[in-house]
């Protein structure tokens, strides 16, 4: 054999990855091999790969279990890492660990995206003394995310097992999108819960993509198959720029979608009635350009990037068809960890407000809402990109203020004719101030002098009241908002500010 | 089965089924008050309702079981 055949039959079997039977495992679950997955991603497949000879010397372990390298997606060079759960079920030992932080140190160097295929059983407990704990240990891999979040995107596929330690690669990124019913995360295995803490769970219920979307947020995304969770993030990069220097590219703008009713028609005059917000962000965005960050999550507050006329853009909405659109714990977060994305990769934040305020009430307190609120307005206060406030109904209390309030330097607070902004609301406020009054007065009187005070209330917080006082900049048509929104973020573009000189702030978390 | 069960504490204000009635996916099943905001509680999947376990005008507190849906 020469040389360069021997080459080849190397390069050949390693390409193979781990055993055939792992292969068949794998198909049943409907997981496609690592380097099916990475064809997938790739506009023209993988242009470089480093370490492919990684621990060559042992057949059993081809690549030592991961691809690492650069392709394009849209377009654009990425890096990527990639487990091979063929190669015992993709657990990580030391070549396999110093593999992933070189591509990640390439990532910072090249200021490149950087995307992480999580299917891994978690460390080789064989290998620990080499791949745990010391300076090049897998420690390190996450010291490297925290050192990349913000200078590029960090996106996680999860197709399946992200276990221990290896479950905080999701929790380092910017967006975890994981397959239902393959993808799970969690710290302890169900196996070890029974064990050390007695608990009887599955796998689904302590760590499945079920519940990390729905329930603790650590997901962001639910696909249902491997194909969905590459075609989002495909769509998903189409938002950002490459790294935290540039702005997301303008595309070609697309009409909106086209529907019976206009949004003057749509939006309830009782301020206290449920209304979809959906409805509203589909008649101002570019048609089919919502891509939806945390649907199931706190599903009260609407996250999301969109087209406006080619523009990307980060949608942040109270919806009151859930829970009233009452901001809670999770819904803050929610809205916190967003901002803090869309700000770091210049992509301007439009809100769209309709809240009654933060929720109130024992269970609340206990969560420490003031201090979860606290984050969401940190977030929102700190974002330098252009912010547009829009009062789409009310706005009230801390409400306002979270939701990009005149005093958080938004660019501009837009307000539709029918909007109320107030430290409550009437039927509140009426009772607050005058219940001392209500209640001594005879039954029969009490809901004339209610209503007659709600009314004089309501005169008192009229917007175009708060128009003349300059708290609003605009009282726009409702079905001339995408007009205006396409007009303003294009001036506001250039909007160049550092927000403070420090080292960085003490964050509420 | 499938419960429904309030989204958050508040009044019960509205009570849009009873018994015997068929329910689709996202239909109001009760529609509760709260922070003065009204807010639906919808049916998660198809079904018969079973059982409606609270009366207009009652307090839940989130996570109580409205009604019962089969």
Known sequence: ?509 | MADVRASMAGNVWKINVKPGDVVDEGQDVVILESMKMEIPIVAEDNGTVKEVKVAEGDFVNEGDIIAVIE
């Open chain 1, 1 to 509: 054999m020469t040389s360069i055949d021997d080459l080849k039959s190397r390069v050949n079997k390693i390409e193979q990855g781990g055993q055939e039977k792992y292969h068949e495992k794998n198909k049943e679950k409907g997981k496609l091999f690592v380097r099916k997955r990475l064809a997938l991603l790739f506009d023209n497949g993988i242009d470089i790969e480093d370490a492919f000879f990684a621990n060559c010397i042992d057949d059993s372990l081809p690549s030592d279990g991961v691809v690492t390298g650069i392709g394009e997606i849209n377009g654009q060079k990425v890096c990527v890492m990639a487990n091979d759960s063929t190669v015992k079920a993709g657990s990580w030992g030391k070549r396999t660990v110093e593999k992933i932080l070189r591509i990640q140190e390439t990532a910072d160097k090249l200021e490149l995206p950087m995307i992480y295929l999580v299917d891994s059983a978690g460390a080789r407990i064989t290998d620990q003394i080499e791949m745990f704990p010391g300076r090049r240990g897998a420690g390190r891999i996450f010291h490297n995310q925290i050192k990349l979040s913000g200078r590029v995107p960090q996106i996680c596929l999860l197709f399946g097992p992200s276990a221990a330690g290896g479950a905080y690669i999701p929790a380092f990124c910017d967006i975890v999108v994981m397959v239902d019913g393959n993808a799970s995360m969690y710290l302890g295995s169900p196996r070890m819960a029974e064990k050390v803490i007695g608990e009887k769970v599955t796998l689904e219920e302590m760590g499945g993509a079920r519940m990390h979307t729905a329930v603790s947020g650590v997901g962001d995304v639910l696909v249902k198959t491997e194909e969905e969770a590459i075609q989002y993030a495909k769509r998903y990069l189409r938002y950002f720029p490459a790294n935290f220097r540039s702005r997301p590219s303008l595309a070609d703008g697309r009409e909106v979608k086209p529907f019976e009713k206009s949004i003057s028609e749509i939006i309830p005059e009782n301020q206290n009635a449920a209304f979809n917000m959906y409805d509203l962000i589909d008649r101002i965005i570019d048609e089919d350009s919502f891509c939806e960050i945390k649907k199931k999550f706190a599903a009260e507050l609407i996250t999301g990037l969109a087209l406006i006329d080619g523009r990307s853009i980060g949608i942040i909405a109270n919806q009151p068809r859930v829970k009233g659109g009452v901001l809670f714990t999770d819904s803050a977060d929610k809205a916190a960890k967003f901002i803090q994305l869309c700000d770091a990769f210049n992509i301007p934040l439009l809100f769209l407000t309709d809240v009654p305020g933060f929720m109130i009430g024992t269970k609340v307190e206990r969560e420490g809402i003031i201090r979860h609120g606290a984050k969401m307005l940190s977030s929102m206060s700190e974002a330098t990109v252009p912010k547009i406030s829009v009062i789409v109904r009310k706005a009230y209390g801390a409400g306002l203020y979270a939701m990009a309030g005149p005093a958080f330097d938004p660019d501009c607070v837009l307000a539709f004719p029918n909007a109320q902004i107030a430290v409550m609301g009437p039927e509140a406020a009426i009772n607050a101030v005058h219940a001392n009054k209500i209640a001594a007065l005879p039954e029969e009187e009490r809901a004339a002098y209610i209503k007659e005070k709600q009314d004089e209330y309501r005169r008192e917080i009229d917007i175009y009241r708060l128009a003349s006082e300059m708290v609003v900049d605009a009282i726009i048509n409702p079905d001339d908002l995408r007009k205006e929104l396409i007009t303003r973020f294009a001036i506001y573009e250039d909007r160049n500010i550092i927000f403070t000189e420090r080292k960085h702030g003490v964050y509420p978390v």
